[in-house]
């Protein structure tokens, strides 16, 4: 498939990778609950009753309680122009939430003059969210007297259910024929362990799905803070 219809409709070029991630994410994440069930059902076997329930409770407590929010920095680069890269982050299927877009229907996605919405269901159906991304531009930062120094920058303010979910500066440059896009992202919440070895998985797929839409993963890199 053509480089220009992968641009035109990206979801078909990564929704198979996108539903690989999903298929080894709730593999990894079934693994997680039923450990966490086997360590609980052994310390309540294994210690006093009381000793034993305390610990396991303890156990499950880790798991679902928030302990730390997450960053990061990523840098790519493109073939297209900056004027395209810009319309794409700014469109109703930004590359870097590729993993929320990637599997939603047409129908589950709502268009207004502000902000796109996304009407992302899982736990086979049983629960859903919506989440609401406004893009917000800025003005071309001319930092040289050439294009190769101009710099554009965009803001995208993620929201889950009317709750402050994320932020992601993303800025855009020419140099040397190709596009740059430097991106930093914080997250608004702190996440559990469960969401944590999400991540992990994520990161594993996150530059072969980016590569399906014709950006190249230079760098990437995550920290966690309390």
């Known amino acids: 498939m053509s480089a220009s219809v992968d ?40 210690l006093p009753f009381y000793v034993g329930v305390i610990a396991a409770l303890g156990v499950l407590a880790l798991v679902r309680v928030p302990l730390v929010r997450r960053r990061g920095d990523a840098r790519l680069e493109t073939d297209a122009d900056p004027d395209t890269v810009r319309a794409e982050f700014g469109s109703k299927r930004p590359p870097v939430l590729i993993f929320q877009w990637g599997l939603v229907e047409t129908d589950d996605v709502t268009v207004d003059d502000e902000a796109v919405e996304y009407d992302i269901s899982y736990l086979f159906g049983l ?31 993620v929201t889950v259910d009317g709750n402050r979910w994320a932020a992601y500066t993303v800025r855009i440059r020419e140099r040397e024929e190709r596009t740059v896009v430097d991106v930093a992202w914080t997250t608004d919440h702190r996440v559990d362990v469960r969401q944590l070895v999400q991540g992990l998985v994520a990161r594993r797929y996150y530059p072969e799905a980016l590569a399906a839409l014709g950006y190249e993963t230079v760098m990437r890199d995550v920290s966690w803070s309390l």
Not at 127 to 154: F, H, K, N, Q
């Open 127 to 157: 629960r859903s969210v919506t989440m609401r991304v406004e893009p917000t531009d800025r003005l071309p930062d001319e930092s040289g007297s050439d294009r190769s120094s101009a710099v554009d920058e965009l803001e995208l303010v």
């Open 7 to 46: 641009r035109l409709d990206p979801p078909w070029a990564v929704r198979p990778i996108v539903r690989r991630y999903h298929r080894v994410e709730r593999t990894v994440s079934w693994v997680l609950a039923l450990s966490v069930v086997a360590v609980a059902l052994i310390a309540i076997r294994s």
